[in-house]
């Protein structure tokens, strides 16, 4: 019984961020560099010796109540699937349906059913994908918090080798201030153009033209279209039953299609962006931390100096008031429950279908469901990454720090730089908008508009009318929040990739510094 209450808890009830402590392991001297003196010093046997590596690769602990040895199938599908959606394959998967889909609406000229075969797959898509988002977010934070802890764990033990090894110096070294050549791993092809298709969707220019085409869509508004309701009409223009009106059905179906074709693109592309973005990342962060036990391993050489490092405590995002709750919903969209709450919604609309004759309502319905929960999502999406990116850099920030003071302990004259914040007025606007947008206020102000909404559509019965008034608001704001989200993540990968530069440069200096002093030594 208490076997199966942990497998629900692990599986559905979402985890809340909570500090945790981490400890590095000491990175032993590297076997080439071990003399009997040093040995002795260490208290490394010859069996030992021979066991060691050029230098240990990083081994750290994480002492957390669920560690990923504790984790569910459930939550361990749902990383799987966050990386699937995140890859090439989800990319060109998703760019044949919608060439598909376009040369369909041709050869049958653009029918209804068409239009909502679009707007209700665009709208699970999205919804499904909001989870994912969610998961790919939360996860790549966590990950990131662990590099950063295993690198604090180190930095007081650096410090204390290098301080007692530069005090240990009779003589004055010469060192090098040219910038070291460190160059990030390159892009493939398909990389670059999926970089460039991304920071283009999220440029200014783009979202300016988004709204260009909003608008002319409510100024098509006042044409007379013709209705797809069934003869005989009243009149052409009059009566109740007209041939022709104004402000239709048909009217929100074009915007509501248009803006889903948005959505889709949009969410594909930002899943893929932060995928391949955050791998690049890890990728580079893991080389640091390699160069920085290696740095360990031979400040000991050095110093003779086998002291552990320090166990540090990592604190999560600090949140507060309607903060908390935004957190605890986004962990609910992001785990298994979430999933849970989807599959559930899906079996129940199957099931009303033959009850509503699978009419357009029908069909409507999911996507109105959908349309209004993302519309929420959407928000909160963007709130909890302005969030967690803002507590990331500091982190980064501190990191720098640190290195910087490394660096000034061995009389490295260098100087670490920080990303540029320099903006043109273009750049200050869409920054300003973005924080508009990301702020706890936008995500009270998403929850009062979906309750109007639903007010209004009950008002009209939940007529067709009725839920393309909730579809059409939420889907044009859901896409505009999307392309934000874009925007905000080509910014954000900028600074994260400048300062890993950064973190490798300091890490190289120290590095070929140790190395030379080794070398003087033999």
């Not at 000491?26 to 003399?35: A, D, G, K, N, R």
């Not at 963007?382 to 990116?389: G, H, K, L, S, V």
């Not at 007025?425 to 300003?432: K, L, N």
Request: glycine content about 6%.
């Amino acid at each position: 019984m208490g076997s199966t209450r942990d497998w629900i808890k692990r599986s559905f009830v979402p985890r809340q961020a909570t500090a945790f402590s981490i400890q590095s392991t000491v990175v032993q001297p590297s076997s080439t560099l071990l003399s009997p003196i040093s040995r002795e010093v260490s208290g490394i046997s010859e069996k030992e010796k021979d066991e060691f590596s050029e230098y240990e690769i990083d081994q750290f602990q994480i002492k957390e109540e669920d560690d990923l040895l504790n984790h569910s199938y459930i939550d361990v599908m749902l990383k799987i699937f966050v990386r699937w959606a995140g890859s090439i394959t989800v990319f060109c998967i998703a760019s044949l349906i919608l060439i598909l889909w376009i040369v369909i609406g041709i050869v049958y000229k653009a029918p209804e059913t068409w239009q909502i075969i679009m707007q209700d797959g665009q709208s699970i898509q999205c919804y499904i994908w909001d989870t994912l988002l969610m998961r790919q977010q939360l996860d790549d934070s966590d990950r990131f918090l662990a590099f950063y802890g295993r690198l604090k764990s180190r930095f007081s033990m650096h410090k204390q080798l290098l301080t007692e090894f530069h005090r240990s110096q009779k003589k004055v070294h010469i060192r090098s201030t040219e910038t070291p050549t460190v160059d990030l791993a390159e892009e493939n092809w398909f990389d670059r153009q999926a970089t460039l298709f991304s920071k283009i969707l999220g440029s200014a220019p783009a979202i300016i033209l988004y709204w260009i085409g909003v608008f002319v869509w409510v100024g098509c508004g006042a044409l007379k279209l013709k209705t797809d309701s069934d003869p005989p009409y009243t009149g052409r223009y009059s009566g109740s039953n007209p041939e022709y009106v104004s402000w239709s059905d048909v009217w929100q179906m074009y915007i509501n299609t248009a803006v889903a074709v948005v959505l889709l693109i949009s969410s594909v592309v930002l899943q893929n962006v932060r995928a391949r973005n955050n791998k690049f990342v890890r990728n580079e962060l893991n080389k640091v931390s390699l160069l920085d036990s290696k740095i360990e391993g031979t400040s000991r050489y050095l110093t003779g100096n086998m002291e552990p490092n320090k166990e540090v405590e990592v604190l999560p995002c600090k949140r507060k008031g309607f903060e908390k709750v935004i957190s605890f919903y986004a962990a609910i969209i992001g785990s298994g429950i979430g999933l849970a709450i989807s599959v559930l919604v899906f079996i129940v609309w199957l099931a009303i279908g033959h009850l509503m004759q699978w009419d357009s309502n029908w069909w409507l319905i999911i996507g109105t469901y959908t349309g209004l929960v993302g519309y929420i999502d959407g928000f909160t999406l963007r709130e909890t990454f302005r969030a967690i990116t803002a507590y990331d850099e500091a982190k980064f920030d501190e990191l720098l720090d640190d290195s910087q003071e490394l660096l000034t302990i061995l009389g490295i004259d260098y100087q670490l730089q920080r990303p540029s914040t320099k903006f043109n007025i273009q750049q200050r606007i869409s920054v300003y908008v973005s924080n508009a947008c990301s702020s706890k206020y936008s995500v009270m102000a998403s929850i009062f508009t979906v309750v109007a909404l639903l007010v209004i559509a009950s008002g009209l019965k939940w007529s067709v009318t009725g839920q393309l008034i909730c579809n059409s608001p939420t889907m044009i704001i859901e896409g505009f929040c999307l392309l934000i989200l874009i925007q905000a993540h080509v910014w954000a990968d900028y600074q994260r990739r400048f300062t890993v530069r950064q973190l490798a440069i300091s890490r190289t200096l120290i590095a070929r510094f140790l190395d030379l002093e080794v070398s003087a030594r033999r």
